[in-house]
């Protein structure tokens, strides 16, 4: 069973930076793979937004945190990294790590969602 776990969430000032992780466990079997991964948010009265996705070497940055916000995964795939710079209050939320998996047996794909890291910006 893939399981995603996220981790360094905190309490930061307004210019700080933050690097969120996510652990990927569980992954088993030859013919399971990782699609891709992404870094979502939310926070309250706002729709669960998309924020980042690595496919690859390909990145996608949302315009708000284009060019403060780098997304990465390990040479193994095991952990995937979100390293936030310039942080702003309006970057306050709850982000989730997402992964879409594959089994290439059985022709399915599976949604696979962390828990959730609060982030919250303030002075």
């Known amino acids: 069973q893939v399981q995603l776990v996220e981790s360094g969430g905190g309490l930061v000032q307004p210019g700080g930076s933050l690097r969120l992780s996510c652990a990927v466990s569980g992954q088993s079997g030859m013919y399971f793979r990782i699609n891709f991964m992404a870094w979502y948010r939310q926070s309250p009265g706002n729709q669960r937004e998309l924020v980042a996705l690595i496919r690859g070497s390909n990145t996608h940055y949302v315009d708000s945190v284009r060019d403060r916000f780098i997304i990465s995964r390990d040479n193994a795939e095991n952990t995937m990294s979100l390293q936030m710079n310039s942080l702003k209050p309006e970057d306050t939320a709850v982000y989730y790590c997402?992964?879409?998996?594959?089994?290439?047996?059985?022709?399915?794909?599976?949604?696979?969602w962390g828990q959730g890291t609060q982030v919250t910006v303030s002075s």
């Open positions: 997402y992964a879409e998996g594959y089994n290439q047996r059985y022709d399915l794909k599976y949604d696979y």
